[in-house]
């Protein structure tokens, strides 16, 4: 089946790289224009460029999405450039508070610091601002984004359907990473709170929890032999995931196969939830 799609347009924050890149190259071969948000110019126009190169439109939009001005002239732009509102998926996001996406080489003392001394990770022993910043950008940042998509699509009166990035951790904390468990189970009550009021505008909101990805934002950890086995044997299919399996679950969601799909958190994790 193809053009599941067609004539539709998708807003995707954290577009430039990992997930979010490759629901932008899927939406688009599936037939949705795409504007593809980042803070991260250059990868930006780079998913712009594939996006087009199969086809589509495209616009890219520099957007920090712990501003609601910023958020709310992305939804807006949507709309300027290339018709409509249809589809938002909220990708961006941090897994710690130095990540920056932009950077993939490994950082070994993180690492170290985080996992290998779990006590040097732990909340006691951290500032606050390390919890601030993973908070603003992996919760705040997706309810900014979802409420300026849902307020164009509730103006336009055509319905859409919300797709919010979750985790695992959402709903299995880990050592050393509170802050990141906290705001992935906050987008998982974000995703059913906005799906109740919602409902009645015929926009669809659901999450999807992924498992252990390959993307820019696990190099970090990936790079380290004994933490990537330790992951592996939490799997029990027994490998990494990759970003398309995610955007290919973001695509039936978004979707009308998944007309009757609102409130849900839909888990590619390779079974991480069948022990």
């Known amino acids: 089946?193809?053009?599941?799609?067609?004539?539709?347009?998708?807003?995707?924050?954290?577009?430039?790289?990992?997930?979010?890149?490759?629901?932008?190259?899927?939406?688009?071969?599936?037939?949705?224009?795409?504007?593809?948000s980042d803070i991260h110019d250059e990868k930006g126009a780079e998913a712009v460029a594939a996006v087009e190169?199969?086809?589509?439109?495209?616009?890219?939009?520099h957007v920090d999405t712990t501003s609601e001005a910023a958020n709310e002239a992305m939804?807006?732009?949507?709309?300027?450039?290339?018709?409509?509102?249809?589809?938002?998926?909220?990708?961006?996001?941090?897994?710690?508070?130095?990540?920056d996406s932009g950077n993939t080489a490994p950082d070994e003392e993180l690492i170290r610091r985080r996992?290998?001394?779990?006590?040097?990770?732990?909340?006691?022993?951290?500032?606050?601002?390390?919890?601030?910043?993973?908070?603003?950008?992996?919760?705040?940042?997706?309810?900014?984004?979802?409420?300026?998509?849902?307020?164009?699509?509730?103006?336009?009166?055509n319905g859409g359907a919300i797709i919010n990035i979750s985790s695992i951790a959402g709903k299995h904390p880990a050592v050393g990473s509170p802050e990141y468990c906290v705001s992935k189970a906050g987008v998982w009550m974000?995703?059913?709170?906005?799906?109740?009021?919602?409902?009645?505008?015929?926009?669809?909101?659901n999450a999807i929890g992924p498992g252990?990805?390959?993307t820019p934002m696990t190099a970090v950890f990936r790079a380290d032999e004994e933490l990537s086995q330790?992951?592996?044997?939490?799997?029990?299919?027994?490998?990494?995931g990759y970003p398309e399996e995610i955007a290919t679950t973001a695509l039936f969601l978004a979707s009308e196969e998944a007309s009757?799909?609102?409130?849900?958190i839909l888990h590619p994790d390779g079974g991480f939830f069948t022990e």
């Open 75 to 99: 939804a807006q732009a949507a709309v300027d450039e290339l018709g409509r509102l249809d589809i938002c998926v909220a990708a961006a996001g941090v897994s710690h508070a130095s990540y």
């Open 190 to 205: 974000l995703t059913k709170s906005l799906a109740l009021e919602l409902a009645p505008y015929q926009i669809r909101v």
């Open 115 to 157: 996992y290998q001394q779990p006590e040097d990770g732990m909340l006691t022993n951290r500032p606050v601002e390390m919890w601030e910043k993973v908070i603003d950008v992996n919760l705040n940042g997706v309810m900014l984004t979802n409420r300026a998509a849902a307020r164009q699509m509730m103006a336009l009166g």
């Open 260 to 264: 009757f799909y609102s409130g849900q």
């Open 1 to 36: 089946m193809s053009g599941r799609l067609d004539g539709k347009v998708a807003v995707i924050t954290g577009g430039a790289s990992g997930i979010g890149r490759a629901c932008a190259e899927l939406f688009a071969r599936e037939g949705a224009d795409v504007l593809v």
């Open 212 to 214: 252990f990805i390959e």
């Open 230 to 240: 330790r992951w592996l044997a939490m799997t029990p299919m027994g490998r990494f």
């Open 53 to 61: 190169a199969l086809g589509r439109r495209a616009h890219y939009l």
